[in-house]
């Protein structure tokens, strides 16, 4: 079973976005006014939506040996501050959303295979709604996801540290297939299968067994 760090604001709900299971265990680590955490245990350091970039700059080297350690980062947030390795996150809203599709760049592990790309295209009708801006990445053979003007929407990043960095330009997921409404299946049902394929990759890199 994979252990993951989940980065907490106390953002309301977050319980219910990361429930533990057989394939992965989550532990949230609340941000304190000295927030130091020891991620020594854990194999998947989780940063999700709406965490806060100014306590994680804060403790940068640490997630750098983390990743260096061989380690694994999601992160589904905007970073305003310089703590990612190699990559950073440009807000932009030059575009109209209407204009934006994404489309599949480099897909080595087969990750979107079976995911329908409309999903995360529309929702209810409307285009763009799910990342903010793009990533501006120093490894660009590690683009997986990019918009109409290729610009990286997701990463996978094998380069910049000794470990796997998973990066969305602010497009949340999480570890739960929720849906909209009920009519049929959602966006959200879409992007919680990509979720999960995310986490089996981990768990086939990590050559753990799930009984």
């Known amino acids: 079973m994979l252990k993951a760090a989940v980065i907490s604001n106390n953002i309301e709900g977050i319980e219910n976005m990361f429930i533990s299971n057989p394939k992965i265990n989550y532990t949230l680590l609340e941000i304190t006014a000295n927030f130091n955490p020891d991620f020594a245990d854990y194999d998947v350091l989780l940063v999700p939506n709406g965490s806060d970039n100014i306590a994680l700059f804060k ?54 295979e079976g995911i329908d790309l409309d999903k995360f295209n529309f929702s209810h009708g409307i285009s763009g709604w799910w990342a903010c801006g793009f990533i501006e990445t120093t490894q660009p053979e590690s683009v997986l996801l990019a918009d109409t003007w290729n610009r990286p929407i997701i990463i996978i990043d094998e380069h910049s540290t000794r470990g796997i960095m998973v990066l969305t330009a602010s497009g949340p997921m999480a570890d739960l297939l929720f849906g909209t409404n009920s009519e049929g299946q959602t966006s959200w049902d879409e992007i919680g299968r990509f979720y999960q394929k995310l986490v089996d990759f981990v768990v086939a890199r990590n050559k753990i067994v799930i009984l």
């Open 59 to 112: 403790i940068r080297d640490k997630i750098a040996q983390f990743l260096n350690e061989g380690k694994v980062m999601f992160c589904f947030d905007g970073w305003f501050t310089n703590w990612v390795p190699g990559n950073k996150w440009i807000i932009d809203n030059n575009h109209k959303t209407i204009d934006i599709r994404y489309h599949v760049v480099n897909d080595k592990y087969k990750l979107f």
